[in-house]
């Protein structure tokens, strides 16, 4: 009896052969798609971990994922530009697809770090309270529209 192939067996070959393409508006988006989908679900794993080992009078989680996710684009960014080389499709992948979907925090300590590093220390406080408060605001706005619809 002859094997009978699997459709989801033919939607990774269909993946992996978008990634083989020499074409980059192809190629590209499908890296930070297919890091996105990996980093959210670490994300959401971590967090039924640690809501279970730790409980939820603290968001543990989300600490532990904003620290891992800083820690982990630091590392990353820094062997990509200056240890070694790796394709723009991993970069992507792993920077803005994983990282992105993991954290967004790592993204604003990489961004906080370049404005300190440029020497720019007024507007990387103003970057850190503007981020801060006005992130409480909007969630708060949110929420107050939200609880307003009909």
């Given at each position: ?37 990996a980093g959210a679900l670490c994300r ?40 070694i080389e790796v394709s723009p499709d ?23 770090e370049k404005l300190l590093a440029s ?32």
């Amino acid at each position: 009896m002859p094997k009978q192939s699997h459709p989801s067996g033919k939607g990774l070959a269909a993946i992996f052969a978008l990634l083989r393409t020499q074409n980059p508006q192809i190629r590209l988006p499908l890296a930070v798609s297919l890091g996105a989908i990996a980093g959210a679900l670490c994300r959401y794993y971590l967090i039924l971990g640690c809501n279970q080992w730790f409980g939820t009078t603290f968001p543990y989680s989300t600490l532990l994922i904003n620290l891992s996710g800083a820690f982990l684009m630091g590392f990353f960014t820094t062997l990509v530009i200056e240890r070694i080389e790796v394709s723009p499709d991993l970069r992507v992948l792993v920077a803005v697809g994983f990282l992105g979907s993991y954290t967004t925090f790592s993204t604003y300590e990489l961004d906080a770090e370049k404005l300190l590093a440029s020497g720019h220390w007024e507007i990387t406080a103003l970057y850190w309270v503007c981020t801060a408060t006005l992130g409480v605001l909007c969630l708060e706005l949110g929420i107050f529209l939200a609880r307003r619809l009909p």
